[in-house]
């Protein structure tokens, strides 16, 4: 057969089946079919089950690495607020803390100045509050430094008390602060009574390093002393006025071979810690000067 005989369509053994036109048709309506069978009678739910059952395991280790991303952002972000929460808490906890320190402080000053004005009504005499600055450096001198001076009015050989008892006198005044030497000072001596006895003493600072130690000189081994017993000034001296507490006993150690007792005494007043002070003027002495 010549080849001009052929047709320009294939013959039907190579025909590849329906047009696209009528695929096109044929796909639309099995579609629209398959909606309105799903809408209405829901039978593509079981497929759609099915197919998100077998998907799922895929879809989970698809959004691992999202997952975690998500989970070490939170995780951050949860851990910088939780230190800033307790950054705050913290600073929110110390300034409670100094808050009611400070109440605390303020209670004990508080009681202290109330007890030192119901001193200085006790004592009619002329009076000074003042504060303790700084310590001396030297622990053998054992002397404190007080924020008052000559523009206060204050005067050489004053007494210094607090709320309980002496603790010093002013050896040195200066225009702003005053030097105060206190009673456990070994070359400060003290004229001193027993309040129980009457017997009369002098009570000296004590040389050694024992802070708060005194002893009381000069007191005969047979004189009726006895540990407890309470020390006061005697006002003998012209300087302290008579009646405040000094010291109480602590030990008393009598040997035969020495004609004196050794009697050991810790102040009465908080010598070492006292903040809160009042600088009585000098006490006038109770005899004439000598001619």
């Not at 280790?61 to 998500?70: C, E, F, I, S, T």
Request: glycine share 6%.
């Amino acid at each position: 057969m010549p080849l001009g005989a052929l047709g320009s369509n294939p013959p039907p053994f190579f025909r590849q089946g329906p047009s696209a036109l009528s695929r096109l048709l044929i796909g639309s309506a099995l579609a629209i079919l398959l909606m309105v069978a799903d809408a209405r009678f829901k039978m593509m739910q079981p497929l759609r089950v099915a197919l998100a059952t077998a998907l799922y395991p895929m879809q989970w280790l698809a959004m691992r690495p999202v997952q975690m991303v998500r989970d070490a952002n939170q995780y951050f972000v949860a851990s910088r607020a939780t230190h800033t929460d307790w950054e705050a808490m913290k600073k929110r906890y110390s300034e409670q803390s100094l808050r009611a320190n400070q109440v605390e402080q303020l209670q004990l000053e508080n009681e202290q100045l109330r007890k030192l004005l119901g001193l200085r009504v006790r004592f009619d005499t002329a009076a000074i509050t003042a504060q303790v600055v700084y310590d001396a450096a030297d622990s053998y001198i054992r002397k404190v430094i007080i924020d008052r001076g000559l523009t206060d009015k204050v005067q050489l050989g004053s007494p210094v008390v607090d709320e309980a008892g002496i603790i010093g006198q002013v050896t040195r005044v200066y225009p702003f602060t005053s030097e105060v030497t206190l009673i456990t000072n070994q070359d400060h001596p003290v004229p001193v009574l027993n309040t129980r006895t009457s017997v009369r003493g002098v009570v000296f600072g004590d040389g050694t390093l024992r802070a708060g130690a005194m002893e009381l000189r000069f007191v005969a081994a047979n004189v009726d002393i006895a540990e407890g017993d309470l020390l006061a000034t005697s006002g003998m001296d012209g300087l302290y006025p008579p009646g405040l507490p000094v010291a109480r006993v602590m030990r008393v150690e009598r040997n035969a071979d020495t004609m004196f007792a050794r009697i050991y005494c810790t102040p009465v007043a908080l010598v070492a810690g006292s903040y809160h002070v009042l600088v009585l003027a000098p006490f006038p002495p109770s005899t004439p000067p000598t001619p």
